[in-house]
């Protein structure tokens, strides 16, 4: 379950982020998508967590969005890390037409609990 940060400029138009909201559950899905935690396409509450947050006045940042993913480490998944976020990053681009923004994947060794089936 991958979790998604977009940290956003006070200019970024409220379009694009709801754009961003509504495309990065999958794009985000296929970018991680392994043989460990395959992706069918059927996204269900709490498959991917997307949260925003406005840059603060004291926050720093040269590109217009941010786009984090953290999601569990898989040796399948490292061993393409690059290829992976390259690929969401022009996915994002072309999905939403940004163009001043970055894409930053994480995977850390980790556990997710969501209850008794997850």
Do not use: N
């Amino acid at each position: 379950m991958p979790l998604v940060e977009i940290t956003y400029a006070s200019h970024v138009p409220e379009a694009t982020l709801r754009e961003l909201g509504s495309v990065l559950p999958h794009l985000v899905s296929l970018a991680v998508e392994c043989p460990e935690e395959p992706y069918d396409g059927d996204l269900q509450p709490g498959d991917v967590e997307l949260r925003f947050r406005e840059l603060g006045r004291f926050d720093r940042s040269g590109l217009d969005v941010v786009v984090e993913v953290r999601s569990k480490f898989f040796e399948s998944r490292a061993a393409d890390r690059q290829d992976r976020v390259d690929r969401l990053h022009a996915s994002i681009a072309e999905a939403t037409g940004l163009e001043e923004f970055g894409v930053y994947l994480s995977l850390p060794v980790a556990a997710w609990s969501q209850g008794p089936e997850g």
